[in-house]
Structures are given as C-alpha cells and as structure tokens.
Nanobody, 124 residues
C-alpha cells in the first residue's frame, strides 16, 4: 500500500504562486507514476499533471501547461506541484495520487491510491 498526504494549499490572489507537496509512504518503490488531480465545487475531478516514477516524463493538462510544474524528490518520497500565475478558475481541492500499473496517467482510473486533498482558493 501507499499512503499520501498533501499540504501547501491556501488562499492567494490571482497571479500569485503556491507549491503543493505530497508526502508518500509505504511501497513507493513500486509506483509507476504519480499525479495531481483537482475538483472544483459542482465539477468533476480533472487531471492536472503527472510524472513517471522512472525517467523524466511529465504530462500536463492544457489548462495548466506553462504555469504549473510537477516534480518529485525521490530521496524525500515527496511529489510537488509548483503553481504559478494562478487564476480564479484554478480554485479546487487538489489531490495527489499514485499509480501502480503502466497505463494512461491522464486518467483518474489509472490511480490506485489517493490523498485526502488540499484546498486551493484563488481570489480575483
């Protein structure tokens, strides 16, 4: 099993930045990839970004590409999401997730473990 705990959410003004962290524990050595998803009130959960556990391949939703950067520190078992140029439409609960199988990291169904989420609120 893998346990995931997100942190770093908060309230910032539009144009500001936040860095989310996701501390992973358990069998992190057998994850294939990790990702960030978000869910805004009244909307479905959507893919934000993902990174392969081996290699440097990263994937981004079109809505965040160029503004958000996903990275990981394997020594600390921590996943990050650097969010710049934030917009009010980025307001959501952000979830970290871990995938144990080699399939599409852009799909929520590819992930086996999820964190509890952290709230990000962007004011205009």
């Amino acid at each position: 099993q893998v346990q995931l705990v997100e942190s770093g959410g908060g309230l910032v003004q539009a144009g500001g930045s936040l860095r989310l962290s996701c501390a992973a524990s358990g069998r992190t050595d057998i994850t294939v990839g990790m990702g960030w998803f978000r869910q805004a009130p009244g909307k479905e959960r959507e893919f934000v970004a993902a990174i392969r556990s081996r290699g440097d391949s990263t994937y981004y939703a079109a809505s965040v590409k160029g503004r958000f950067t996903i990275s990981r520190d394997n020594a600390k078992n921590t996943l990050y999401l650097q969010m710049n140029s934030l917009k009010p439409e980025d307001t959501a609960v952000y979830y970290c997730a871990a995938a144990m199988r080699t399939i599409d990291l852009g799909l929520g169904s590819s992930y086996d473990y999820w964190g509890q989420g952290t709230q990000v609120t962007i004011s205009s």
